[in-house]
């Protein structure tokens, strides 16, 4: 049973708006929320966190939104650009345990 | 300053071969990671090592065996490769288990298992 779900497999985006990309969690044990985000050929990398005392966490043009009682939470590009172009993993765990990743979700931002 | 280093890149074997990948981090990092990646699967954990000494099971250990051989280098072995290991394998290093922002991940593994 997926615990992490990532409902999109692909998001298409013009440059200059705004990428929506969303999450579904169904462990309500689960206390810290990450988004990494994976270049082609490459490791996938940190992009930003939340924790569950949270409901907003900005850092630059990113900004991850947790709503717990829908075990629901999102990312925000503003505004997109070429370079964010890459699979985008949601990931969450209780802190002290492992941690658990989503399907990901392909974003392509047009010109 | 390297991170996290993975070795082969590549990797074809026959079923039934057994196989080695290595990894090291130059991040002075306790803990340490090995996922594989297939299509539509996102990442899954293997093993992981929350210290030098320790080992323990991950989501999808079956067919695998791994070493900490010291707190910079976490080898994962196939003893007998099947199909349906093909897959990207990567290794990643974090502070500890739980400073998760800290996980960097090497360049990955691919391996093929005809």
């Known amino acids: 049973d997926q615990q992490v779900k990532q409902n999109s497999p692909s998001l298409s985006v013009q440059e200059g708006r705004i990428s929506i990309l969303n999450c579904d969690y169904t462990n309500s044990m689960f206390d810290y929320f990450l988004w990494y985000k994976k270049y082609p050929a490459e490791g996938p990398t940190f992009l930003i966190s939340i924790s569950s005392i949270k409901d907003k966490n900005e850092d630059g043009r990113f900004t991850v939104f947790l709503n717990k009682s829908a075990k629901h939470l999102s990312l925000h590009i503003v505004p997109s650009q070429p370079g964010d172009s890459a699979v985008y993993f949601c990931?969450?765990?209780?802190?002290?345990?492992?941690?658990?990743f989503g399907k990901g979700t392909r974003l392509h931002i047009l010109p | 300053n390297a991170g996290v280093t993975q070795t082969p890149k590549f990797q074809v074997l026959k079923t039934g071969q057994s196989m080695t990948l290595q990894c090291a981090q130059d991040m002075n990092h306790n803990s340490m990671y090995w996922y594989r990646q297939d299509p539509g699967m996102g990442l899954r954990l293997i093993y992981y090592?929350?210290?030098?000494?320790?080992?323990d099971k991950g989501e999808v250990p079956n067919g695998y065996n791994v070493s900490r051989l010291n707190k910079r280098e976490f080898s994962l072995r196939l003893e007998s490769a099947a199909p349906s290991q093909t897959s990207v394998y990567f290794c990643?290093?974090?502070?500890?288990?739980?400073?998760?922002?800290?996980?960097?991940f090497g360049p990955g593994t691919r391996l093929l298992v005809l």
């Open positions: 090592s929350a210290s030098e000494g320790t080992t």
């Open positions: 990643a290093s974090s502070e500890r288990v739980s400073v998760w922002e800290t996980q960097y």
């Open positions: 990931a969450a765990t209780n802190r002290d345990d492992k941690i658990i």
